[in-house]
């Protein structure tokens, strides 16, 4: 199995900034696709951002320019640099991981438990 943990929530005042961090760990053949989504309240789960084998990023319109996520695939830890945070950016985000399961082969699409970020002064 493959497991997630996200940190780096928290409060920050507007125009601030916060690193999320999501460590995978487990039976890990390979990491295809990492990624950050969110869910504000009462709203839907969007994505934020998406990092795949290569190199290739997708940010979604609301956040390109401000957030950028990276990989470091010794540790099999992806990261979201959020900058110039806004009231707007205040939701839960979630790491989401498709990775290959070492052993059995089998691709698995996993989720982090979510960690809250709140934008606000």
């Known amino acids: 199995q493959v497991q997630l943990v996200e940190s780096g929530g928290g409060l920050v005042q507007p125009g601030g900034s916060l690193r999320l961090s999501c460590a995978a760990s487990?039976?890990?053949?390979?990491?295809?696709?990492m990624g950050w989504y969110r869910q504000a309240p009462g709203k839907q789960r969007e994505l934020v951002a998406t990092l795949i084998s290569g190199g290739n990023t997708n940010y979604a319109d609301s956040v390109k320019g401000r957030f950028t996520i990276s990989r470091d695939n010794v540790k099999n830890t992806v990261y979201l640099q959020m900058n110039s945070l806004k009231s707007e950016d205040t939701a839960v985000y979630y790491c989401?991981?498709?990775?290959?399961?070492?052993?059995?082969?089998?691709?698995?699409?996993?989720w982090g438990q979510g960690t809250l970020v709140t934008v606000s002064s």
């Open positions: 487990g039976s890990i053949f390979s990491i295809n696709a």
């Open positions: 989401s991981v498709g990775a290959v399961e070492g052993g059995t082969l089998r691709y698995l699409e996993v």
